[in-house]
């Protein structure tokens, strides 16, 4: 028969590994700057899609963005937005790469 003790102890070391495998390398990590930066990315880039798409579709528009690559998703009326809003996030300075993963409903 297992013991409390044994069980408390089993269950901490499982917590700990857990921990363990969910702290970043340090390969992805962002200081407070790069967070601030990729923030105000975010900011610039949904404006840049409000404006050329229209705030309607904009609204369903998620925007990402991590050092430089934006990911847009979420759902819109036609294909044509979709392109728009991808034009729009390419279009903003700072970007790199734009994921585009805006699906048409």
């Known amino acids: 028969m297992i013991g409390a003790k044994t069980i408390a102890a089993i269950c901490t070391a499982a917590m700990l590994g857990l921990a363990g495998c969910a702290t ?3 390969s992805s990590k962002r200081d407070a700057g ?9 900011a610039k880039v949904k ?6 798409v229209g705030a309607g579709a904009a609204a369903n528009i ?19 937005q979709v392109k728009k809003a991808g034009a729009a996030a390419q279009g903003v300075e700072g970007v790199r790469v734009v994921r585009n993963d805006v699906h048409v409903k």
Not at 47 to 52: L, M, P, Q
């Open 24 to 26: 970043d390398s340090g």
């Open 34 to 42: 790069e967070f601030a930066s990729d923030a105000a990315l975010t």
């Open 47 to 52: 404006t840049a899609i409000a404006k050329d």
């Open 62 to 80: 998620n925007v990402n963005s991590y050092k430089g690559e934006v990911q847009l998703s979420g759902f819109v009326g036609d294909s044509a």
